[in-house]
């Protein structure tokens, strides 16, 4: 047993040494990285583009079993590089939701399962890459990856949406709050009776009324997102449609907050 | 030049009275010169002293010129007449912190359009 301790001890080391630096680089793996990878990948799949444009131009020209297989080379290349951008586009997207604070455990979890299950299909996409043995192969394999595309927009745009709402719903929560403490201020002062607090309270109202539109706004953008299709043809037009009400909600929360900071000066003012 | 000296009929220096006469006058006048310019260096000596003393005093008082100073942004103009109220500590917070919101509203990105979704060449076929 003596014998055994430093071989145990050494593998402790080892095993809690690579749990720690595993749980290090996860923390460090933040949105700003996500994004320079997706960015660093984009660029990367422009530049194969333009080589398949190239490539493919020559093949149709040519014919010849050289071209031929340059051709292969780089849209196998190129289908690759588009597997790789959505990838990281997603994970970045999926790295942004998790920052806004106001979303709901379970609205985020479902998300993250969607994207999740969303970066899967496009790994596995770019494993079967390596089967593919011909150009008709990768042309069949870039249908699919573009029927695929159309869900992926419809999940891009609907988190999109929810980061976008996500962001309204937070300070929502913290203007909502500043009307309940100023509540609560005005509430004692009408007690002690030595001002008058009817205008206040009067403009309170207003405020709560200005964050009641705001979320009415919210909601209405939401309900664009969530019946947007796959078959949609134009869904930049309906993600537009939606951001615009996410832009009127944003202006209501902008005249709640303008609100209270009128009431805070009646308030400091004698009558 | 030569030195003329007259004589009497007794056979007397004449000159030699004159001179001191001339002496004692020259002595009366560096005297008078001398309470002259005393009494001017004292007045002088007074006008700046007294200069110094009301326009040190001066400098200290307000101008009252006419002109009235350059008003400095007052971020509480709308406080005609503070209430009880003005200065209290919980209302303060409160102000301070729908500052801050309002500041971030400000600044909030509504668009996110850094993560608009890439743009992709999805048709990729080898047919003229």
Known sequence: MKKQLPILSLFLFFFFFILLANQVNAQNFNFQKAYDDYLHNYNQYRQANTEFISAKQAYLNYQTLNSKENALNKTSNLIRR???????????????????????????????????????????????????????????????????????????????????????????IQIKQQIDSLKEKIG??????????????????????????????????????????VSDINKIRDYNQAQYKIEESHQYLKEANHYLKEIIQEVKNAD | MPIKINFDHQ?????????????ENKKVNFKLL????????????????????????????????????????????????????????????????????????????LKEANLNLPSLNMEIEFED
């Open chain 1, 82 to 172: 588009e597997d790789e951008v959505v990838k990281t586009y997603l994970t970045a997207l999926r790295l942004k939701l998790g920052q806004i604070s106001s979303i709901s455990d379970y609205e985020l979890n479902i998300i993250y399962l969607k994207i999740d299950n969303e970066v899967a299909w496009y790994q596995n996409h770019q494993n079967n890459l390596n089967s593919t043995g011909s150009l008709e192969d990768l042309v069949k394999s870039s249908q699919t990856m573009k029927q695929r595309y159309q869900e992926t927009e419809v999940l891009a745009y609907q988190t999109l949406g929810s980061i976008l709402a996500g962001k309204q719903a937070y300070y929502r």
């Open chain 1, 188 to 229: 004692i002062i009408r007690q002690t009776g030595d001002k008058e607090t009817q205008t206040a309270e009067r403009w309170l109202l207003e405020a709560e009324n200005r964050l009641t539109r705001s979320q009415e706004k919210e909601f209405e953008a939401q309900q664009i997102l969530a019946k947007m299709k």
């Open chain 2, 11 to 23: 056979g007397n220096n004449v000159n030699k009275g004159r001179n001191n006469e001339e002496l």
């Open chain 2, 34 to 109: 001398t309470v002259f310019a005393s009494v001017f260096a004292f007045i002088i000596l007074t006008l700046v002293i007294i200069t110094i003393f009301f326009g040190y005093n001066r400098s200290n008082q307000p101008e009252e010129n006419g002109q009235t100073p350059t008003p400095t942004p007052n971020i509480n103009q709308e406080i005609n007449s503070p209430s009880n109220y003005a200065t209290d500590s919980a209302l303060l917070q409160i102000e301070q912190n729908v500052d801050k919101i309002e500041i971030e509203l400000l600044e909030t990105d």
